[in-house]
């Protein structure tokens, strides 16, 4: 990171309890540096192990993450730059309106069978990728399954996280993957109006359709971090957080850019 990145950064990071005089045992390696060994494993898709000299031992970097994941702290520091993002654009920090989409990509060695499934549209054996975007692309909730789960089974789950942690968001756009029964549920059950963007049927080739194209666009930040490129993984929720990492990485720059 820059120092100018740093410098926002910072500012929405959790602040560990021996500093604040809470107890516990200080550090030994600076956050900085945490950070940065982080989001070169993300960006780089490297191996934990591969870690480079410059950067702290592989299995500190490892404990930190691991900790930042198990605690929560990697979605607080998330939603604490998405926030400021939207206040930097003129938007109020919750979002009223969302997009959910999903993705399939292919799983690797170390992904289990328990969580790993075939998409038959897509033909992918892997895992999906299921998000909530807000208007900007910036993501809301994000949910990690195999690959054979279909988008209305996950909506529900993943529209229920949405409402749990934004309880302002009354319309979701869709694609038609996300018809039929979970339409009338999420009316009833979150008030959400959830509308289905179809693509016309006399369209041919690439057409960019109403709202829909903003998840898409949010899909592609995603894939420019290679260890996206794929699922490496064992856990979902390890999944789940190396999204959050590399949307961490988008906005702290956004921010960093607008500083200057």
Not at 77 to 85: G, I, K, N, S, T
Not at 87 to 116: C, F, M, N, W
Request: charge should be positive.
């Amino acid at each position: 990171m820059s120092d100018a990145e740093w410098a926002v950064v910072r500012e929405v990071m959790s602040v560990p309890g021996w500093l604040e005089g809470r107890g516990g045992q200080p550090e030994s390696y600076c956050h900085r540096q945490m950070v940065d060994a982080v989001r070169y494993l993300v960006a780089g898709g490297i191996t934990w192990r591969a870690m480079p000299a410059d950067f702290p031992a592989w299995d500190r970097v490892y404990a930190f993450f691991r900790r930042w994941r198990d605690k929560g702290l990697t979605a607080e520091f998330h939603d604490r730059l998405r926030e400021r993002v939207r206040r930097a654009a003129g938007r109020d920090a919750e979002p009223t309106a969302g997009v959910i989409d999903a993705q399939s990509v292919k799983g690797a060695a170390s992904v289990p069978a328990a969580s790993r499934g075939f998409d038959g549209g897509k033909k992918v054996n892997g895992r999906k990728r299921h998000i909530v975007v807000d208007t900007l692309g910036l993501l809301l909730a994000v949910m990690v399954t195999a690959a054979s789960v279909t988008d209305r089974d996950a909506g529900q789950t993943l529209l229920a996280r949405l409402r749990e942690r934004h309880w302002r968001v009354t319309r979701v756009w869709a694609d038609g993957g996300y018809t039929g029964r979970l339409v009338d549920f999420a009316r009833d059950a979150w008030r959400i109006a959830l509308t289905v963007v179809r693509r016309s049927d006399d369209t041919s080739g690439f057409t960019v359709l109403p709202k829909r194209w903003l998840v898409e666009r949010t899909f592609a930040w995603l894939m420019h971090s290679r260890r996206l490129a794929r699922d490496y993984e064992t856990r979902t929720d390890t999944s789940e957080a190396v999204i959050k990492w590399a949307m961490s990485t988008v906005m702290s720059r956004r921010l960093a850019r607008r500083a200057r």
